[in-house]
């Protein structure tokens, strides 16, 4: 919900981004809670719409997660999908209940598989070390109920996204080869300790096709029919997430409908052709549901003109709160939120403000003439910004701002130069003084 006001400001969630960043600082992250919430009702209506079974939808938070955000992912009825402990935490101390959290990850630690054991979440098995891990911790506590697990298969689908957030290729270190079914599921049927609940697969994230989605929902009934000849009382099918989002004007993916649509469709169609009764169908977008939710704002700094090349326009911040574009050249929108309506007169690089010359947050971005005190607005940063985010050269994280019908309120405090020396410590030999 981005609008202008009569000052020509950028407004979000009714509030004036300039005044935003007059109250909280720069650079700030914006997160409109309307545009978050409509994201999770439209993935929940659309399931219900289209998918006879049951459904449940489940945040993908390592695109962004914090206390306010599983919350509010929470109170829409989404469950949420965890790829550590700290993410686990994290939405235990939001008040998510645990058989509503799902524990993903290739290398779970002991400690991981403990705290997800003991608080009773499902854990998605992605391997030999995590099955061995989880009997061994079962072992230990003889009297405890099964542990809920999904086990992770790679579907050795190919889809067009970046090499880096491909998943479903076979030559991927997620999850088990599907040639090793029958090994898993007789391993799983022989402990009594471990229940098996369900499939899981993710092919990949930002993902415009929407076919790759349908071959897996068929792929996965077949392992469905599998599990079903060991006996095993599968019931769950989660297909992942993936779905792309639009970053710039040459984006132009599916709606969140028409992607749950084909899945459902998919789903129903090989349930049909295996006379299979429909099984609960889990997915777990994350860029879709937070990306659009969220800008990030700058203050421009300097500015440097290489004649006959380029301008270069420095922001407060860069590649520490937004890494994408460095990582995997991401294509981002750039919008001057003091002067909206100006024409856009000169074409420039949005230069972030590391010691590192590919930090360059957009390459080409159209602006009008602006000075050294606006304020830039990046668009659509809400997924694996600040969930990527780092202290290079030791920049404190920006703060968030969670906005609503002119409301705002801190979600996350800006870091202190102090909190960058928190877990620093100096030998004592190191801190005296020098003579
Ligand atoms: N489920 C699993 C098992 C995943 O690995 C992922 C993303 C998702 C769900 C959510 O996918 P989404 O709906 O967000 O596409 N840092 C990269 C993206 C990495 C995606 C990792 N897995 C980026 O900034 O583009």
Same mark, same amino acid.
């Given at each position: 919900?981005?609008? $202008?006001?009569?000052?020509?400001?950028? +407004?979000?969630? /009714?509030? &004036? !981004? #300039?005044?935003?960043?007059?109250? =909280?600082?720069?650079?700030?992250?914006?997160?409109?809670?309307?545009?978050?919430?409509?994201?999770?009702?439209?993935?929940?209506?659309?399931?219900?719409?289209?998918?006879?079974?049951?459904?449940?939808?489940?945040?993908?938070?390592?695109?962004?997660?914090?206390?306010? $955000?599983?919350?509010?992912?929470?109170? +829409?009825?989404? /469950?949420? &999908? !965890? #790829?550590?402990?700290?993410?686990? =935490?994290?939405?235990?101390?939001?008040?998510?209940?645990?058989?509503?959290?799902?524990?993903?990850?290739?290398?779970?630690?002991?400690?991981?598989?403990?705290?997800?054991?003991?608080?009773?979440?499902?854990?998605?098995?992605?391997?030999?070390?995590?099955?061995?891990?989880?009997?061994?911790?079962?072992?230990?506590?003889?009297?405890?109920?099964?542990?809920?697990?999904?086990?992770?298969?790679?579907?050795?689908?190919?889809?067009?996204?970046?090499?880096?957030?491909?998943?479903?290729?076979?030559?991927?270190?997620?999850?088990?080869?599907?040639?090793?079914?029958?090994?898993?599921?007789?391993?799983?049927?022989?402990?009594?300790?471990?229940?098996?609940?369900?499939?899981?697969?993710?092919?990949?994230?930002?993902?415009?096709?929407?076919?790759?989605?349908?071959?897996?929902?068929?792929?996965?009934?077949?392992?469905?029919?599998?599990?079903?000849?060991?006996?095993?009382?599968?019931?769950?099918?989660?297909?992942?997430?993936?779905?792309?989002?639009?970053?710039?004007?040459?984006?132009?993916?599916?709606?969140?409908?028409?992607?749950?649509?084909?899945?459902?469709?998919?789903?129903?169609?090989?349930?049909?052709?295996?006379?299979?009764?429909?099984?609960?169908?889990?997915?777990?977008?994350?860029?879709?549901?937070?990306?659009?939710?969220?800008?990030?704002?700058?203050?421009?700094?300097?500015?440097?003109?290489?004649?006959?090349?380029?301008?270069?326009?420095?922001?407060?911040?860069?590649?520490?709160?937004?890494?994408?574009?460095?990582?995997?050249?991401?294509?981002?929108?750039?919008?001057?939120?003091?002067?909206?309506?100006?024409?856009?007169?000169?074409?420039?690089?949005?230069?972030?403000?590391?010691?590192?010359?590919?930090?360059?947050?957009?390459?080409?971005?159209?602006?009008?003439?602006?000075?050294?005190?606006?304020?830039?607005?990046?668009?659509?940063?809400?997924?694996?910004?600040?969930?990527?985010?780092?202290?290079?050269?030791?920049?404190?994280?920006?703060?968030?701002?969670?906005?609503?019908?002119?409301?705002?309120?801190?979600?996350?405090?800006?870091?202190?130069?102090?909190?960058?020396?928190?877990?620093?410590?100096?030998?004592?030999?190191?801190?005296?003084?020098?003579?």
């Amino acid at each position: 919900t981005a609008q $202008v006001n009569h000052q020509d400001h950028l +407004e979000i969630g /009714g509030c &004036d !981004v #300039v005044k935003l960043v007059q109250q =909280y600082g720069s650079p700030l992250y914006i997160l409109d809670e309307t545009t978050l919430r409509t994201a999770c009702q439209q993935y929940r209506e659309a399931f219900e719409r289209y998918y006879p079974g049951d459904s449940q939808v489940l945040y993908a938070s390592k695109a962004w997660n914090c206390l306010a $955000v599983c919350a509010i992912a929470d109170q +829409e009825g989404l /469950g949420i &999908d !965890v #790829v550590s402990g700290g993410e686990l =935490y994290t939405a235990l101390q939001a008040g998510v209940s645990p058989e509503k959290l799902y524990l993903h990850g290739n290398n779970k630690s002991r400690e991981e598989l403990t705290l997800a054991v003991t608080c009773g979440c499902r854990i998605v098995v992605d391997n030999w070390l995590d099955l061995q891990t989880l009997v061994a911790i079962a072992a230990e506590r003889p009297s405890a109920p099964p542990i809920p697990i999904l086990i992770r298969l790679t579907p050795g689908i190919e889809c067009h996204t970046h090499e880096y957030i491909r998943t479903g290729h076979l030559d991927s270190k997620f999850g088990f080869d599907p040639n090793q079914l029958d090994e898993v599921f007789t391993l799983i049927s022989q402990q009594s300790c471990l229940s098996c609940l369900g499939l899981h697969a993710h092919i990949g994230s930002q993902i415009f096709e929407l076919q790759p989605h349908a071959d897996l929902a068929s792929v996965m009934v077949q392992w469905l029919v599998k599990a079903n000849s060991y006996g095993l009382p599968v019931t769950e099918v989660n297909i992942g997430g993936g779905l792309g989002i639009c970053y710039t004007e040459a984006d132009d993916p599916p709606s969140i409908d028409a992607w749950v649509k084909v899945i459902c469709d998919a789903m129903v169609t090989a349930c049909q052709i295996q006379q299979l009764p429909l099984p609960k169908l889990l997915s777990e977008p994350g860029r879709s549901v937070i990306g659009p939710a969220c800008v990030t704002a700058y203050t421009q700094g300097s500015r440097k003109t290489i004649p006959g090349l380029r301008t270069y326009l420095s922001v407060d911040g860069g590649m520490s709160d937004n890494p994408r574009p460095i990582t995997y050249q991401s294509l981002y929108r750039v919008v001057v939120a003091n002067r909206m309506s100006a024409p856009l007169t000169q074409t420039v690089a949005i230069a972030g403000k590391h010691c590192e010359s590919g930090d360059i947050l957009i390459k080409e971005a159209k602006v009008p003439e602006t000075e050294t005190g606006d304020i830039l607005v990046v668009m659509a940063t809400g997924a694996y910004n600040y969930s990527m985010a780092s202290n290079y050269n030791r920049l404190p994280r920006p703060a968030a701002v969670l906005v609503q019908a002119g409301d705002s309120h801190l979600i996350l405090q800006r870091e202190t130069y102090a909190d960058l020396i928190r877990q620093d410590s100096l030998p004592e030999r190191l801190s005296q003084s020098r003579t």
